[in-house]
Structures are given as C-alpha cells and as structure tokens.
Nanobody, 124 residues
Framework: VQLVESGGGLVEAGGSLRLSCTTSRFHFGNDVVGWFRQVPGKEREGVSCIAFRDSSTRYGDSVQGRFTMSSDDTKKTVYLQMNSLRPEDTAVYYC??????????????????WGKGIQVTVSS
C-alpha cells in the first residue's frame, strides 16, 4: 500500500486548506485511515481518523470543531478539511493506514503504513 499526501502549503491564520491522501489500495474495507502531525522536536500527534466499517470519525482535542475528515472510496482518497487554521497547526501532516483496524483510534502504533508527509504552515 502506498499513500501520497497533497494539498499542503502556506496559509494565513483563519484560513483553510484541504489535505488529500490517495492510496494504492483497492478499497478501504475494514481499514482505518488517520491523519497525524509532527513539529520538529515534538512527538507525533493524532489529528483525526476515519473507520470505513461504519464511517465513524474521531478528532484530537486541538482540532475538534475545526477539522473534518471525509473519504471518497471511488477515488481511493481521504480528505482532511482544515478550517480556522492557527499558527499552532503548523506541522508536517502524515496520512496513515491501520489495515483491518476496524475501530478509529488515534494511537500511532496502530498504523502500519505511512505517507511521506506534507508541510502545512500557518502564518500569524
């Protein structure tokens, strides 16, 4: 399975970006796809995840109400819509898959395949 992130870049505080994660996997099935982010010198933080078995989602406290995760199985793509961005959202964002995971959990160790990451920078 390969994952490719896109849609990152530079945006002013209060603005929006939509990240995409495209997979080579045929369909998502019982997989869970998550978004994580990391700032240099800090641990990777779970941002959101979606479980395809029941379309349930989960968000980290710092992004709850501002970020929305969705998917398009026909395009084999998962999206992260990021609104009301803040400078503290600046990070490298990673897409990851927990193959057959069933439940949406923001635990990094659950995920077995990772994209290379994409930079998101929010200016103040």
């Amino acid at each position: 399975v390969q994952l490719v992130e896109s849609g990152g870049g530079l945006v002013e505080a209060g603005g929006s970006l939509r990240l995409s994660c495209t997979t080579s996997r045929f369909h998502f099935g019982n997989d869970v796809v998550g978004w994580f982010r990391q700032v240099p010198g800090k641990e990777r933080e779970g941002v959101s995840c979606i479980a395809f078995r029941d379309s349930s989602t989960r968000y980290g406290d710092s992004v709850q109400g501002r970020f929305t995760m969705s998917s398009d199985d026909t395009k084999k793509t998962v999206y992260l819509q990021m609104n009301s961005l803040r400078p503290e959202d600046t990070a490298v964002y990673y897409c990851a898959v927990d193959q057959g995971g069933n439940l949406c959990r923001l635990r990094e160790a659950r995920y077995d395949t990772w994209g290379k990451g994409i930079q998101v920078t929010v200016s103040s």
